[in-house]
């Protein structure tokens, strides 16, 4: 596959500013829970805000292939803000993929310069990967719908001015049938977000409360019942950002000089393993974005990207724990325990735990890994 003048272009540019802007600040960014919002209105600028919208609206209009070369160079400089934009980036999307012309006119423009940010909802308590039991209403009342209900897991809900929510509007028919897509304005009267503070003390998710919120009907993402063809439209793109091929190459190749300087060919040669097997996922990745170039769709193929790619996330953090040996155990987090004091064992232990814990929930985030093996048992092997 060969990369054309400007596909290279927008490449080293997300390169160089990841190098520059990013890396130097990313740990900061990390360790003190910093939304940099500054960093990504200046992404923003270079067309990074709107990736795959239109350029009538602002958006720059490229590929899959192309996003994907731009969000693993920016992983390389910090994932957690690579991760925050893709997250954005996604949401756009939908609304220019599939939301009407006044709403793309109203909303997008803003989405793009980064003005606003943008998130979405789809997991509830009893609706993780089986949307079917969906319980979010929205009830149709003249120009508006009335929402009640809750999502969870949301990430980024603290800091979104706008939110997806995919809402029951039908319980007559198949239940998959019944879901339709709202874009929602998270200032509007009856929203409240709780934080979910996750197992390694982090605030990334929340829980989104919906009582009697008020929403415009003009704000519908396409054709009501349609939600869950339109979610599962956006999963299928959403995994290739999840398998993280960027972001496992970038802490891969910190770990590999961890290993060299404690000199360890144990932990030597599971790290050489490893590489060979993140090779191969990206080669997979390539090859299934180059499918897209050419006019194919994301299948079934794409949980390939999400199982391996979270299982590799996994790994590489467990292996950061076993170079850190006690010192990850005596010091889960930055500052261990909460002290002001850095602890008295290397850098990289400071934060191999909470990263372990944190990377579980990969494997489970947009659609588990064993619902992803049935997509393929079905849809691949045609068991």
């Not at 829980?207 to 939600?227: M, R, W």
């Amino acid at each position: 596959m060969q990369l054309s003048e400007e596909q290279t272009a927008f490449y080293d540019m997300a390169k160089d500013f990841a190098v520059k802007k990013m890396a130097p600040n990313a740990e900061k960014w990390d360790e003190e829970k910093i939304f940099p919002i500054d960093t990504l209105r200046e992404l923003a600028e270079l067309g990074f805000g709107g990736i795959y919208v239109n350029p009538d609206l602002g958006g720059s209009g490229l590929s899959r292939l192309d996003s994907t070369l731009i969000f693993e160079s920016l992983s390389h400089g910090c994932t957690s803000t690579a991760a925050f934009l893709s997250i954005h980036n996604m949401a756009n999307w939908m609304i220019d993929s599939f939301g009407s012309s006044e709403l793309k006119e109203s909303i997008v423009p803003d989405l793009c310069t980064m003005k606003k940010i943008a998130s979405y909802c789809l997991t509830e308590a009893g609706a993780g990967s089986d949307a079917g039991n969906l319980k979010t209403k929205a009830i149709r009342d003249g120009d508006h719908y009335i929402v009640n209900g809750s999502k969870t897991w949301t990430t980024l809900a603290q800091n979104a001015d706008w939110i997806f929510c995919l809402v029951r509007t039908d319980n007559s028919g198949i239940k998959q049938e019944g879901i339709s897509f709202l874009l929602i304005d998270m200032k509007s009267p009856g929203i409240e977000v709780k934080p979910i503070i996750t197992i390694d003390g982090d605030h990334e998710v929340n829980t989104v409360f919906f009582s009697d919120v008020k929403v415009p009907a003009k704000n519908l993402i396409g054709e009501e019942g349609k939600g869950w063809t339109y979610a599962k439209f956006l999963l299928a793109h959403e995994r290739f950002g999840i398998a993280a091929v960027g972001s496992s190459m970038r802490e891969l190749n910190r770990l590999k000089k961890i290993v060299n300087e404690i000199d360890n060919d144990d932990l030597r040669k599971k790290v050489s393993e490893l590489e060979v097997s993140l090779s191969a996922l990206e080669i997979t990745e390539l090859r299934l974005l180059s499918e897209l170039e050419n006019g194919g769709h994301p299948g079934a193929e794409s949980s390939i990207l999400k199982i391996k790619g979270t299982e590799m996330q996994q790994k590489i953090s467990e292996l950061f724990v076993e170079a850190s040996g006690e010192y990850a155990l005596m010091y889960p987090g930055p500052h261990g325990y909460g002290s002001n004091d850095k602890p008295a064992g290397p850098d990289y232990a400071a934060n191999s735990l909470s990263a372990f814990l944190n990377l579980r929930k990969t494997s489970i985030y947009g659609g588990s890994n064993e619902i992803q093996k049935n997509i393929l048992s079905k849809f691949v092997l045609g068991v």
